[in-house]
């Protein structure tokens, strides 16, 4: 499992704490249909997907996203995360873990 956590947050938005099980395929954004919601300004709708391999990797893809999904302060498309590894949507920072 990989747990993803709020690192930096736009006061008012509360603490965020996110997982993904193995197999299992989440988007994060701002729409009410995303499975990870964080309703924050300049979120997109649907701004990434976090895909967890059964085999334990994390994959993390941008969905065209308005203002970019950044890696460790480095916009990207698509990337394998990390242990250790930033995520940053909007002003929301997220730290990568796994649980």
């Known amino acids: 499992m990989w747990i993803l956590k709020t690192l930096d947050a736009p006061e008012g938005t509360g603490p965020f704490t996110f997982r993904v099980m193995p197999g299992s395929i989440k988007t994060l954004g701002r729409a009410a249909r995303a499975d990870f919601v964080v309703d924050v300004p300049l ?3 649907f701004q990434c997907r976090f895909t967890a391999s059964a085999e334990g ?5 941008d969905l065209e996203s308005t203002n970019g999904t950044l890696v460790n302060d480095k916009r990207v498309e698509k990337v394998a995360l990390t242990q250790g590894d930033r995520v ?5 920072e997220l730290g990568v873990e796994r649980g």
Do not use: A, K, P, W
Request: net charge positive.
């Open 43 to 45: 979120v997109s709708r």
């Open 57 to 61: 990797g994390l994959l993390l893809e």
């Open 88 to 92: 940053r949507v909007g002003r929301v």
